[in-house]
T-cell receptor, first 116, second 113 residues
Framework: DAGVIQSPRHEVTEMGQEVTLRCKPI?????LFWYRQTMMRGLELLIY????????DSGMPEDRFSAKMPNASFSTLKIQPSEPRDSAVYFC??????????????FGDGTRLSIL | GNSVTQMEGPVTLSEEAFLTINCTYT??????LFWYVQYPGEGLQLLLK?????DKGSNKGFEATYRKETTSFHLEKGSVQVSDSAVYFC????????????FGKGTTLSVSS
């Protein structure tokens, strides 16, 4: 079975450029999560969607970050303009919530982002 | 909201040693508890879970028991292998209402032969 698919796996770009990260959740999963992982802060939840609707975006660092989920099989996380402090590994995860909080999340392999 | 606290690493062990990684939680009610593992260059994978008090989750030789009296969910393995070297995360739902998880800071385990 295909897991959560993220692209690109690696992204290196210059400060000020727009960056778009992509995620395809597991088919049939109705919750999708974006995380950021750094050495300093560990794993931080940025935003999550339930049935394509953003439920909690309180973890989004600032207005430069935006996320969309136009349909059940695709989501994007965009950073514009990017800054060196945005360098991190960004993970997408999905789960089948069925309205309950005991369902595990399935993670993609992440996008390693480096802003020069 | 809920929170989890896990012991900081790194933990360095020799092959076949006994492993314990401590995790405690604060929560309203009795949420499900999870252990995830992250191998180098990969995303997190669910290792085991327990959905109610006194449950024991187990997988790949790892075990954790949900203890409500001590609000703990410690991860144990009787004999670690070099291939167990990874980062381990304890997690629980962030609150009663939502589906988001809150993760501990992670504990790095290094096993040498």
């Amino acid at each position: 079975d295909a897991g959560v698919i993220q692209s690109p796996r690696h992204e290196v770009t210059e400060m000020g450029q727009e960056v778009t990260l992509r995620c395809k959740p597991i088919s049939g999963h109705n919750s999708l999560f974006w995380y950021r992982q750094t050495m300093m802060r560990g794993l931080e939840l940025l935003i999550y969607f339930n049935n394509n609707v953003p439920i909690d975006d309180s973890g989004m660092p600032e207005d430069r970050f935006s996320a969309k989920m136009p349909n059940a099989s695709f989501s994007t996380l965009k950073i514009q303009p990017s800054e060196p402090r945005d360098s991190a590994v960004y993970f997408c995860a999905s789960s089948s919530s069925r309205g309950r909080s005991n369902q595990p999340q399935h993670f993609g392999d992440g996008t390693r982002l480096s802003i020069l | 909201g809920n929170s989890v606290t896990q012991m900081e690493g790194p933990v360095t062990l020799s092959e076949e040693a006994f492993l314990t990684i401590n995790c405690t939680y604060t929560a309203t009610g009795y949420p499900s508890l999870f252990w995830y593992v992250q191998y180098p260059g990969e995303g997190l994978q669910l290792l085991l879970k327990a959905t109610k008090a006194d449950d024991k989750g187990s997988n790949k030789g790892f075990e954790a028991t949900y203890r409500k009296e001590t609000t703990s969910f410690h991860l144990e393995k009787g004999s670690v292998q070099v291939s167990d070297s990874a980062v381990y995360f304890c997690a629980s739902p962030a609150n009663q209402a939502g589906t988001a998880l809150i993760f501990g800071k992670g504990t790095t385990l290094s096993v040498s032969s």
